[in-house]
């Protein structure tokens, strides 16, 4: 296989289309928890039912975004025109008020950020603690503030909870708390609070776990929290451009009670129904849903399997395609300089020790949108290292003799390198493609923490509900593209196994 036949073939294996359209679709956002993939839902549902000009909206539900912090960047960056908030998190995690502010002020408040606030759901789903009921009548422990006369009680707290102004930093000082929290992700409190891995956790108090464990939930005596009415956060511009949705939508207001909420929440985590469908049943209790995949098997084999395999392809060969581009030129370019090759790769294996999550969020600071995009340009960087490092070392390798020959033949150095160094060096620069492509697969799976949809989709829902039959049929399908991947890299790997390089040299005219 020649030079330009294996470049050709890198190609059309590693480089997949890479489109970020914006057509006008109404997008709604969600949280990483049951309630907000629920109500997203119920949002998106509600919003497509009302037409325009006779025609349906469009509608683009998503979901699994994260925690408020993105959600919220995704709002004002456009990426998304509403999603399902509380006030009380708009009042003290987002506009940052010191003390509780009304719902007037708030709207003042958002107007110059191009936000709005409107659609009062019609319950309160707050922030609370609890703990077994059998260990909180041992030890006597039924307000927050009995806490502090147990110091050595472990808290195991959601992350965002341990950050937020009107989480675990002021719950903290307005008791007086002595305890360190451990964090842990929302999805798994409740089994480490049951397994007794630990003994108090923050909840919602539509939780439909809380009923079900019967777990105690503390009473807040010192009125720490406040209220945490569900409404929606839009985009000032939502009503003008989809008319006919904002007036569905509108009709949301007071349609859900707590027991309505909690039960919603049940279906989806004890009796494992799908968000869409608890959506239509709560919107239209007479239909007839189709059921949610049941079982491992059902699970692995759901409909959604193509489209997300279909994202997850693209996220890793968009990624490798453009790391190939950018890395292969640079590496040839600075491997004959010591210093400059030095500086360069410990450049890029400097961004390899740069945790995941924080390089999406500073990627997302920085192109202002989530999705495909910032999650193609993480994995990209990520890719460098190996790929680069790899062709730095296949041309090292190259013995002396035949690079002076090809000066004795009257080779410039770029056509000894296209025509000699190049094809040599061909095996070795493909480990390092492979590689970054490996490493490529593993990691998209986080490009769902940010929209970007692939694999990782199935993996944050199982986190978010604790399903582990959901999350190994989001790991499975992730860990057989590895293998497609490897099975397609051995066959070029064997392309090049008949000697190349000199038998393809002609003397300079």
Not at 178 to 196: E, I, K, N, R, V
Not at 246 to 268: C, F, H, V, Y
Request: net charge neutral.
């Amino acid at each position: 296989m020649n030079l330009e036949k294996y470049l050709l073939a890198i190609g059309l294996l590693l480089v997949g289309p890479m489109s970020w359209g914006a057509d006008e679709v109404l997008r709604i956002g969600s949280k990483r928890f049951t309630e907000s993939y629920i109500l997203a839902h119920v949002l998106a549902q509600t919003a497509q039912s009302a037409t325009a000009n006779g025609k349906a909206n469009k509608v683009e539900v998503l979901a699994g975004l994260g925690n408020t912090a993105i959600v919220y960047a995704a709002l004002k960056a456009g990426n998304i025109d509403l999603y399902p908030e509380y006030l009380g998190t708009i009042d003290q995690e987002i506009l940052k008020n010191k003390t509780p502010s009304s719902l007037a002020l708030m709207r003042e408040q958002l107007k110059p950020l191009g936000l709005g606030v409107d659609i009062a759901l019609g319950f309160n789903d707050g922030y609370a603690l609890a703990m077994r009921a059998d260990r909180a009548q041992a030890l006597g422990v039924s307000k927050l503030s009995d806490l502090a006369g147990h110091p050595a009680l472990r808290l195991g707290l959601s992350n965002e909870f341990i950050g937020r102004a009107d989480g675990w930093p002021g719950l903290a000082k307005r008791y007086g708390l002595p305890q360190q929290p451990t964090g842990l992700d929302h999805g798994l409190t409740y089994d480490a609070l049951s397994g007794g891995q630990t003994d108090v956790i923050d909840i919602y108090t539509t939780d439909a776990k809380i009923a079900h464990l019967g777990l105690r939930v503390l009473q807040d005596d010192g009125a720490h929290f406040p209220r945490y009415d569900a409404v929606v956060l839009y985009r000032l511009d939502v009503p003008q451009r989809f008319p006919a949705a904002w007036r569905a939508l509108q009709g949301l207001t007071g349609s859900i009670d707590e027991p309505a909420m909690i039960a919603m929440n049940a279906k989806a985590e004890l009796q494992g129904k799908s968000f869409e469908a608890i959506a239509a049943e709560h919107l239209s209790p007479s239909a007839k849903t189709v059921a949610a995949p049941t079982g491992f098997w059902g699970k692995l084999w759901g409909p959604d399997l193509p489209r997300l395999i279909l994202q997850h392809l693209n996220l890793v060969m968009s990624s490798v395609g453009l790391a190939s581009l950018i890395g292969l030129p640079l590496a040839m370019l600075v491997a004959p300089h010591a210093r400059w090759r030095g500086l360069l790769l410990g450049f890029c294996g400097l961004l390899q020790t740069v945790p995941s999550l924080a390089l999406l969020a500073a990627l997302i600071s920085w192109v202002e949108r989530i999705g495909s995009l910032p999650a193609m340009l993480a994995l990209t960087l990520y890719a460098l290292l190996p790929i680069m490092r790899n062709t730095c070392t296949g041309l090292a390798e190259v013995p002396a003799g035949l690079k002076q020959a090809s000066k004795a033949l009257g080779l410039t150095h770029w056509q000894s390198l296209r025509l000699i160094e190049l094809p040599l060096a061909l095996p070795v620069v493909l480990a390092g493609i492979r590689t970054a492509t490996s490493i490529a697969v593993g990691t998209a799976t986080i490009a769902a923490f940010i929209g970007a949809g692939g694999l990782g989709e199935r993996i944050v829902t199982g986190l978010a509900l604790n399903d582990r039959e959901l999350l190994l049929a989001g790991a499975l399908p992730a860990a057989a593209l590895a293998l497609l991947f490897e099975a397609a890299f051995a066959v070029l790997a064997r392309g090049l196994s008949a000697p190349v390089g000199t038998r393809n040299l002609r003397l300079p005219s």
